[in-house]
């Protein structure tokens, strides 16, 4: 029984940074072969970084990515790496996009892995499941792949698959018991969801005994607009046993060394059509290999963090890449004082460093006094750039010019602190965060070009009753490690209030939190209507009110800035509503 030591490269590519991602490869192929690797896999179109979306479309991309795999199989030989076969995702084509008016059928753009060998690319691999749904539009984009490859590394025969080959019974996974392979490499781009691991898990195990095969699954992390990949690699055996995993939203290289059946026909040919109209093509590379030297690769298995710390290492993670990748100096928000603001500014100081969080009071007439010390508090607290830019004396420049009154007031002291934070911006290069959370963002509790101003929103998808758990969980931490609770208890404790009128509160516009959260969490991320919504026991005078400022919000929702994703279903990419819409939910 050979066998293979494992090198699954859990790395952090960037979208259309082709240079700087094959650089990433050639690094992390150096240390799988240091440690002795007979094979190391990289995930779904980390040479282009993923998801690229329309640039799809664009010839040019293509023939780029096309050419710098060839590039990244010669450099790698030319780096002395040429005998250890790189598996690697990259965005390819054999025929023009779907979209252009000379596309033909069955031929187009690919998602695609190549296997690099002795400096060249010495197998391909097109995936076969595209998945459209949630944030996927990949029927959009690629042509689906309908030839199982199936490599013969070291004695055993190793099928190659793409994330939603995983997803959907049959197909590949199916093709490769009928092929009799060994192992399953699986290259995967699988965003992060609360949760999502508890369906990961098993899922990995199900194909496994489906192919019966082992399964080495490698996953991206790193954000990439909206979404964040959280990693979580594993080595599952033939019978659905874990046997590695990774930590999650860190760059790792998980070594495994694994026992594998050997090729049953030294000499099997190319087979023809074997299941769900796919058919397999083998290929070989190299000849026999030693048996790992020294100790045995153990991965180990890291389980997942708990809710509220795998919740906050995705925000953390979305932001800093987001600031970072778009070659942010900085970031700018408003502190209020608030629970909202205080979260959004103890994430981005995680993310970043506290030299680089400017944290700006922008006090009114209205502003509590302890919402003005609570701030200052935070600013201690975290050492980040604070500052204090009071709005009343633009507010009432306004007003002595303007018939002003009731919610416009409140609005206009929301724009002028949006007017503040983007000069802010534009003077000093930040980029503006804004601090509305999920809940606000669905009743469209919020005021546009005022409190909704910003470029990025690390609570875009989190619910208010959520942001609370997080803040009680990062102070906690902060203790639990002897540090400073960056989060003012009073904060935490206080009703909120937006505090654009005399004693307002958010309770005077909005059910209470405990009791909107739920009704939001079934209409919006469980697709529930009316009936389904009181059927679940919620008060039908309640989900009538609250449907209502959910769906005449959507110009809202769609002006807002992008957000890193967590749940399953976030406004923006997967939530996709008209507009001018006139359907509602009957009383």
């Not at 998945?131 to 309908?146: H, L, S, T």
């Not at 959004?344 to 944290?359: E, H, N, S, T």
């Not at 996709?576 to 509602?584: A, D, E, F, G, S």
């Amino acid at each position: 029984m050979p066998t293979l030591r494992l090198a699954l490269a859990q790395v952090n590519p960037t979208v259309g940074d082709l240079a700087g991602n094959a650089e990433l490869v050639r690094r992390w192929t150096r240390q799988a072969a240091d440690a002795g690797a007979h094979l190391v896999a990289f995930p779904e179109m980390a040479l282009t970084g993923y998801p690229v979306e329309d640039l799809v479309f664009r010839r040019s991309f293509v023939a780029a990515s096309r050419a710098a795999l060839d590039r990244l199989a010669a450099d790698l030989a030319a780096d002395g790496l040429g005998d250890l076969p790189v598996v690697v995702g990259y965005l390819d084509a054999d025929g023009p996009p779907q979209v252009s008016a000379d596309a033909e059928p069955g031929r187009g753009a690919r998602n695609a892995a190549a296997l690099l060998h002795g400096g060249r690319v010495a197998a391909t691999y097109f995936k076969h499941h595209l998945p459209n749904y949630g944030v996927f539009d990949e029927d959009r984009y690629f042509v689906p792949g309908d030839t199982l490859t199936v490599v013969r590394v070291g004695g055993v025969d190793v099928a190659l698959t793409i994330c939603e080959d995983l997803w959907q019974a049959g197909g590949p996974f199916a093709v490769a018991r009928q092929a009799g392979v060994g192992l399953v490499v699986t290259i995967n781009g699988s965003p992060y969801e609360l949760n999502k691991d508890d369906v990961r898990r098993p899922l990995v195990s199900r194909r496994a005994v489906e192919a019966g095969a082992a399964i080495a699954y490698v996953n991206m992390i790193g954000g990439q607009d909206e979404l964040v990949f959280e990693g979580d690699s594993m080595v599952v055996a033939a019978d659905g046993t874990l046997l590695a995993r990774a930590p999650q939203f860190v760059e790792h290289l998980l070594l495994h060394d694994l026992d594998l059946p050997g090729a049953a026909d030294a000499d099997a040919p190319e087979a023809g059509e074997l299941a769900d109209g796919m058919r397999v093509r083998r290929v070989r590379v190299g000849g026999d290999v030693p048996a790992p030297a020294g100790p045995a690769a153990v991965g180990g298995i890291v389980e997942p963090a708990a809710e509220e710390a795998e919740v906050w290492q995705a925000l953390v993670l979305g932001l800093r890449d987001y600031v970072d990748k778009n070659r942010f100096p900085s970031v700018v928000l408003g502190l209020s004082g608030g629970i909202d603001s205080a979260v959004v500014a103890a994430i981005a100081v995680d993310a970043l460093g506290p030299q680089r969080v400017v944290g700006v009071s922008l006090p009114s007439q209205h502003s509590s006094e302890h919402s003005r010390s609570d701030a200052a508090d935070l600013a201690k607290r975290t050492g980040l750039d604070y500052r204090v830019e009071p709005i009343q004396p633009m507010v009432d420049t306004f007003l002595a010019n303007m018939s002003l009154s009731g919610v416009t007031v409140e609005n206009l002291q929301a724009r002028v602190r949006g007017v503040i934070l983007m000069a802010l911006s534009n003077q000093e290069g930040h980029l503006v965060l804004t601090t509305g959370n999920k809940s606000e963002l669905a009743v469209g509790y919020s005021t546009l070009y005022g409190d909704s101003v910003g470029g990025y929103n690390p609570i875009k998808d989190v619910w208010k009753t959520l942001v609370w758990r997080l803040a009680k969980w990062r102070n906690a931490d902060a203790a639990r490690r002897g540090g400073t609770p960056p989060i003012p208890e009073n904060s935490i404790g206080k009703p909120p209030s937006a505090e654009l009128s005399p004693g307002q509160l958010d309770s005077d516009t909005l059910p209470d939190y405990a009791v909107l959260d739920p009704i939001l969490i079934g209409y919006v991320d469980g697709d529930l209507g009316r009936d389904g919504l009181v059927g679940a026991g919620h008060d039908a005078a309640d989900v009538d009110r609250v449907l209502r400022m959910v769906d005449t919000a959507e110009y809202k929702r769609r002006q807002s800035a992008p957000g890193t994703k967590i749940s399953m279903k976030a406004f923006g990419r997967d939530r996709r509503l008209p507009i001018t819409n006139r359907w509602r939910e009957r009383s």
